[in-house]
């Protein structure tokens, strides 16, 4: 079965964060793992999820990685990516995003709920995700996840909807 690994603030071979080969190697190598963008991503085939994670997160934490991340089924990722939400451009949103955390029952906020600076609206939220827009203005861009994870007080990731939709069509088809 497919599945996707969310890291939470990686970025391949920037400082603090493994190589790609590091990261492939902690799913099973590049036979059963890839990368998907830069960003923390990966897709990779486990017949025993709960081994994976552990494998991974052991090999990870001995080359000294500690990244939270979230792990779903490729297709429980395409159903979220199909709830995204519709928004009318004279909202001028800068960006739709998608956040994943781990949570034992779905988190109790009352959407939608707003960011005190405005650049932040969560528009719904289950016990794995969130559907947000953020704004930019000026130099500012919205912090979907910050706000999320203040909100929360749970490790929380996110992607741009395009970033999902993307990966979805990519290895389903593959």
């Not at 079965?1 to 902690?26: D, I, T």
């Not at 486990?46 to 490729?74: F, I, P, W």
């Not at 199909?82 to 955390?101: C, G, I, K, L, T």
Request: net charge neutral.
């Amino acid at each position: 079965m497919k599945f996707v690994a969310l890291f939470r603030n990686l970025n391949l071979g920037h400082k603090g964060s493994p190589s790609s080969a590091e990261l492939l190697a902690a799913f099973g190598g590049p036979g059963s793992a890839s990368n998907f963008q830069t960003n923390g991503t990966v897709v990779f085939e486990s017949a025993d999820l709960e081994s994976t994670k552990e494998l991974a997160k052991s090999q990870l934490a001995e080359l000294g990685y500690h990244h939270s991340y979230v792990v779903l089924t490729l297709a429980d990722l395409a159903e979220i990516s199909a709830q995204s939400p519709e928004v009318d451009p004279v909202e001028n949103v800068y960006r739709v995003m998608v956040s994943f955390f781990d949570a034992t029952k779905t988190p109790v906020l009352t959407t939608p709920v707003r960011s005190r600076d405005n650049l932040v609206e969560v528009r719904s939220i289950s016990t794995n995700h969130a559907w947000s827009l953020c704004w930019k203005h000026k130099s500012s861009v919205g912090d979907v996840t910050g706000f999320l994870e203040r909100q929360l007080q749970v490790p929380v990731t996110s992607r741009t909807s395009g970033t999902v939709e993307r990966l979805v069509k990519k290895f389903r088809e593959s």
